[in-house]
């Protein structure tokens, strides 16, 4: 019997994520440009549920296309590759940002300045996040981060005097995230800071900032995935710049499967 094609096989259904990220909407934007994906979508479920399915195809050796993100702890333990994107529905590279409430470097200079030199690399967020995927908790995955890179951490910190009082962080639901707001709580709490965390989707964090009932974020994923919240409130709030450079969004698949650009599926 002839070989069903990759769309037959998965149902022309795409593995997603939370309805609201920011990699849904710009696969909402590939499924719309890419003429060759008519009748596919994008389920939505949860980032564990995705990882979760993934490994199980990975399992059995099957097909799975999942709307996927560096950096991220699945490339460490799966051997995957990106779709090509040749209309750049996902953008090229990302990089992160940290972003803080007008004022607050005036409030708290020293807990600003910590954060405006916090910058660090896909291989240091994905080591915590593989922490936090077997089941250590934030706090202690970030002391473990810190413990064994306090040459990066004394770069943040150096000549930064000591401070005092309560530092808002806001952050989104994703193990990246989760990996950087606790690992900056961490470095914040070591230099006499206390830190006050919150989870929030990616608007109401975007709006906390704004509001300035945050202080600050490190999860803004620019300039695509992002963006739309970000060009909404950018004249509320101050971005410090990059914490992570070398992030990337698009499809994903194990390497197993015999495609390699998002146009090599068919309707
Ligand atoms: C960390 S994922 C790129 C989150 C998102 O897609 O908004």
Redesign the pocket.
Known sequence: DSKESVGEQLDYTLTG?ESG????VATDKALEEYDNLEGWEVSSSSSAVMTEQLGNAIENKEPIIVTG?TPHWKFAEYDLKYLEDPKEAYGSTEHINTIVRKGFEEDMPKAAKILDNFKWTPDDMQSVMLELQEGTDPVKAAKNWIENNGDKVDEWTKGIEDGSGTVKLAY?P?Q??ISSTHVISEVLKQKGFETDLTQAG?GPMFQAIADGDSDAMTSA?LPR??GDHYEKFKDEFVDLGENLDGAK?GLVVPKYMDIDSIEDLQP
């Open positions: 994520i990220a920011g990699i849904m993100w989104v994703w990246s995230e990616i994923w995935t992002h969004i």
